[in-house]
């Protein structure tokens, strides 16, 4: 998917980038000399990283005394991951917390994720997977018995609209969600509250009833299904201009609190648990 608002646009690409914090930069000139392809420049007396010239070698980020410099994503092995995961195993042992894996989108890698999440239950974690729910059924189901929470958007539940703000349909997502139901996992469906987009009842709404209808399926059979709300932010706007992107959501709003509570009433009313913060 590409959602416009996307929190982790780092996450949207299967190649690494090259973010650039002009507020930390201390004009050493390092990076322009270490740089083979003159990628780092002065223009109109201001440090510029010509992305068009820049291969990802990482050769700048390595001399970056001040950090201003940053390698978003690289390749890791299972058990690079794992070593780095399992330095917190006490604090997962004392929160009740474990690992999740987010993206971008994890089970586009499904055999790596598969790998990560065997090792975790090996090491007696708690393991969850936050997912756009946009593939075949297949690469989610073998994932199953190594997960034990599952958090899936539902942005819209009518298609034309969710392919209009996404890129994609989602009718495979909402069947993926009814199969989730079925299988007794604990799921929260999550729904990101975007102004312009889904800000108004109807919309909310009609992803509670399909979330009763999918609660209502499993007969009171337990784990429990969940709903989240969560209202924009704009945290993410210097992710994007460190990465010399535009921001297409900068001139949106967080949701007014008092709308959001009046939200929640109404979805609660209808039967369904609310998440929100």
């Known amino acids: 998917m590409r959602c416009f608002w996307c929190h982790n646009p780092e996450g949207q690409t299967a190649q690494p980038e090259i973010a650039f914090n002009p507020e930390k930069c201390i004009g050493c000139g390092a990076c322009f000399s270490r740089c083979p392809n003159q990628a780092h420049q002065h223009i109109d007396e201001q440090h ?5 010239r820049c291969t990802i070698c990482g050769s700048c980020v390595e001399t970056c005394y001040a ?10 092995t299972v058990e690079q991951v794992m ?10 042992e004392t929160s009740g917390g ?31 997977i936050e997912t756009c729910g946009n593939y075949p059924w297949e690469q989610l189901e073998k994932l199953l018995p190594f997960i034990d929470l599952i958090m899936m958007d ?47 009842l109807e919309d909310i709404k009609s992803i509670a009833l399909f979330i009763r209808e999918l609660m209502q399926s499993r007969a009171g059979n337990d784990p429990a299904i969940q709903y989240e709300l969560l209202p924009f932010h704009k945290l993410a706007a210097d992710k994007y201009r460190h990465l010399g992107r535009e921001y297409p959501a900068q001139h949106l709003d967080s949701p007014e609190n ?20």
């Open 67 to 76: 950090e201003a410099l940053e390698l978003m994503g690289k390749k890791m």
């Open 258 to 277: 008092g709308w959001l509570k009046s939200v929640v009433d109404t979805v609660q009313m209808l039967g369904v648990p609310v998440i929100y913060q």
């Open 48 to 52: 510029v990283l010509i992305r068009e």
């Open 154 to 200: 539902i942005k819209l539940f009518n298609s034309a609209k969710h392919q209009s703000i996404t890129g994609q349909r989602n009718e495979r997502t909402l069947e993926n969600g009814r199969r989730l139901a079925l299988s007794g996992k604990p799921i929260i469906f999550r729904t990101p509250v975007i102004p312009t987009v889904n800000d108004n």
């Open 98 to 128: 474990g690992i999740t894996l987010s993206g971008g989108e994890p089970v586009l890698h499904a055999a790596f994720s598969m790998e990560i999440l065997k090792c975790s239950k090996q090491s007696a974690l708690h393991t969850a």
């Open 83 to 92: 070593d780095e995961v399992l330095r917190d195993r006490m604090f997962y």
